[in-house]
């Protein structure tokens, strides 16, 4: 899909306030409010905007831990990887993860309650998924920057 610059500006918009109303929205991007709505619905129906959700504090839901989880498999077989990335769908602490080039295979971000609560999930589900050959990790001291809006240039 070709954006103009309405729709960089309608998408820049509800990247910061998906709640936004139509009528703020339209205000923000200098259009009328049907043609603001047929873009937003356009943009949904494209794919372009995925979905809409909340984004909660992860400290005050007691998932104050963030570890970075590198994983290498036993072997790179299409049938390994498979199984590996089903698996890991099914753990709920696993919040993104991703197969990667280098010396590892997989990169996973989890968030944990405490490092009590990582030494749990390591043991009962990260050593134990499909292939695993090695899990090595690291804590996240503290997050300097992190965010969810895509740079639209």
């Given at each position: 899909?070709?954006?103009?610059?309405?729709?960089?500006?309608?998408l820049a918009e509800l990247q910061r306030d998906g709640r936004i109303s139509n009528v703020q929205l339209a205000a923000k991007v200098n259009l009328s409010e049907s043609a603001?709505?047929?873009?937003?619905?356009?943009?949904?129906?494209?794919?372009?905007?995925?979905?809409?959700?909340a984004l909660l504090d992860q400290k005050a839901v007691g998932l104050a831990g963030t570890v970075f989880v590198h994983i290498a498999l036993r072997r790179e077989e299409q049938s390994e990887l498979a199984a590996f990335e089903k698996a890991v769908r099914d753990i709920p602490e696993v919040m993104e993860c991703y197969l990667m080039t280098g010396e590892f295979d997989y990169l996973l971000r989890v968030v944990v309650s405490?490092?009590?609560?990582?030494?749990?999930?390591?043991?009962?589900?990260?050593?134990?998924?499909?292939?695993?050959a090695r899990v090595n990790s690291s804590v996240a001291i503290r997050t300097v920057t992190k965010t969810t809006e895509l740079p639209l240039v």
């Open positions: 899909m070709n954006l103009d610059r309405f729709d960089r500006s309608i603001c709505l047929r873009r937003v619905r356009a943009l949904e129906e494209s794919g372009l905007i995925e979905r809409f959700a405490d490092m009590a609560g990582f030494e749990r999930l390591h043991n009962e589900a990260l050593t134990r998924l499909p292939g695993v």
